[in-house]
């Protein structure tokens, strides 16, 4: 069964009224089995504006990351994270499909040291964006990248989203930095701006 992932991206104007949103937030994803797989943390911003905290927990399945936004737990705190931040919150489900790298690992990087790339992209041009998930998948098989997300089924559940969200998983930040700088997927990098517009975070997982 696919996983399921929650995708927020912050910024906090006032940090004393937003720890209770902290401390509630913990019990409530601890309740429902979530995992920080990325919680605030030294990230930089290659593409577009970023928020300045960003988060990604993940669960065992998609229904159980909107059980836990929607429980009364979640709601109880989030009110904290409303008064105190500006930001997006978004519930989407695990890309389960083909993975370049699949010959070359068996499977996500995971654990201390891990990093990630966050994007999120709205496509203008469907055709013209078809040749950069090709060149796209040459760049991440050399880097030994892994699709968490790419696509799929999401809701926005607070603020807006763009319309295609992905989320990769490198051995560590070095890696990730280097895959984006790669002449491979800078080459892959000209398709996809001339046919979307996105914002993209490389970022230190959670440890």
């Keep these: ?9 912050i910024d906090v104007n006032d940090a004393e009224a937003y720890k209770p949103y902290v401390a509630g937030a913990d019990a409530a994803i601890a309740a429902y089995g979530g995992r920080f797989l990325v919680r605030g943390g030294a ?7 970023a928020r300045a905290r960003n988060v990604v927990v993940e669960f065992k399945d998609y229904e159980t990351a909107l059980a836990c936004f929607n429980s009364p737990e ?3 705190a989030y009110k904290y994270r409303l008064a105190a931040s500006d930001g997006e919150h978004l519930v989407i489900e695990e890309y389960e499909g083909s993975q370049p790298a699949a ?5 996500p990087a995971s654990g201390p040291g891990t990093a ?14 078809k040749p950069y998930i090709a060149a796209d998948a040459i760049a ?14 999401h809701e926005a559940v607070h603020g807006p989203a763009r319309s295609r969200n992905v989320v990769l998983a490198f051995k560590d930040y070095a890696t990730a930095v280097a895959a984006y700088h790669s002449p491979e997927y800078q080459a892959a990098l000209g398709f996809r701006k001339a046919a979307a517009d996105a914002e993209v975070i490389i970022i230190h997982g959670a440890e």
Excluded at 103 to 107: E, H, N
């Design 103 to 107: 010959g070359v690992i068996d499977g």
């Design 140 to 153: 991440i098989e050399s880097s030994k990248g892994w699709f968490l997300v790419r696509g799929g089924k």
């Design 43 to 49: 990230f930089e911003a290659p593409e577009g504006v």
């Design 116 to 129: 990630y790339w966050v994007m999120r992209i709205d496509v203008h041009d469907a055709e013209g964006y």
């Design 74 to 76: 979640y709601q109880a």
């Design 1 to 9: 069964m696919a996983k399921g992932y929650w995708i927020s991206r």
